[in-house]
């Protein structure tokens, strides 16, 4: 099992900048993928970006070209850079890791951080 502690929520203003933290308590392993998640009020939780233990990213629509994921596998920690912040930004963010082999699926979460841009 895996602990997933995220850190970095806050408050902003729209055109700003925050740098989201998750630190897992062991090593990522190969067949593993980590992600960000958000959620607001009355609304479904979003996949907003995923990257695999060989670096590979994706994004969703509305971030891409403002958000940033990347990891360092030495401190088992993974980031979210989010810049030009906009208000409907605002949500709940979820780190999450999953198992990508169809013999051996799991599925862990954080706790969640806030994230609120005002206007």
């Known amino acids: 099992q895996v602990q997933l502690v995220e850190s970095g929520g806050g408050l902003v203003q729209a055109g700003g900048s925050l740098r989201l933290s998750c630190a897992a308590s062991?090593?990522?392993?190969?067949?593993?993928?980590m992600g960000w998640y958000r959620q607001s009020p009355g609304k479904q939780r979003e996949l907003v970006t995923t990257?695999?233990?060989?670096?590979?990213?994706n994004y969703a629509d509305s971030v891409k070209g403002r958000f940033t994921i990347s990891r360092d596998n030495a401190k088992n920690t993974v980031f979210l850079q989010m810049n030009s912040l906009k208000p409907e930004d605002t949500a709940v963010y979820y780190c999450?890791?999953?198992?990508?082999?169809?013999?051996?699926?799991?599925?862990?979460w954080g706790q969640g951080t806030q994230v609120t841009v005002s206007s």
């Open positions: 062991r090593i990522i392993f190969s067949g593993e993928t």
């Open positions: 990257i695999t233990s060989g670096g590979r990213t």
């Open positions: 999450n890791l999953r198992s990508t082999n169809d013999r051996s699926k799991y599925e862990y």
